[in-house]
């Protein structure tokens, strides 16, 4: 049993363990990633009654499982050498639109500059205002990532000093 956040978990509900080995050998093995699904971070969260968690690590194709995410949901990732705060429902969008984007944006090996320097953007904020705006299904939420789209596109003017 450890303890996350208050709560006593077994390691079967924090590990999602690949099917082809036991649990034993993959507690044994450090060949593979501690990934927790995304629907139980999302449980976690509803569970915490809190307005941001922190996890380890998330299994980006995971996000598929998961239908309707609330838009303030956030999880913070980390692996004890950096952390990155995510919103949970955004990464969902970003999933729908590129896989690749949130394999890269969880895999905290990869720096922030790493993923701009290969996306363009700094965060799955950023990714969904520029490419994924057709899946944003809040008023709210769509005004305001179009005023964060303007803020990149002129970020990137400024640096070409136009």
């Known amino acids: 049993m450890l303890e ?26 450090h060949s ?16 915490s009654e809190e307005y941001r968690i922190e996890v380890d690590s998330i299994d980006p194709d995971s996000l598929l499982e998961l239908v309707e995410v609330p838009l303030e949901a956030q999880v913070i990732i980390n692996n004890g050498i950096r952390r990155r705060l995510v919103f949970l429902a955004f990464l969902k969008i970003v999933y729908d639109c590129d ?20 996306y363009g953007v700094y965060t799955e904020l950023e990714y969904v205002a520029l490419h994924c705006m057709h899946a944003v299904r809040d008023e709210d939420a769509s005004h305001a990532l179009k005023k964060l789209k303007t803020f990149i596109l002129s970020r990137k003017s400024n640096a070409h000093g136009l």
């Open 4 to 29: 996350v956040l208050g709560k006593r978990l077994s390691v079967d509900e924090i590990v999602h363990f690949p099917r082809n080995i036991t649990k034993d050998q993959f507690i044994r093995s």
């Open 32 to 47: 593979y990633p501690y990934l927790m699904r995304a629907i139980d971070v999302l449980k976690l969260y509803m569970e």
């Open 99 to 118: 896989p690749e984007f949130v394999r890269d944006y969880l895999n905290l090996q990869h720096s922030l500059e790493e993923i701009h320097k290969k």
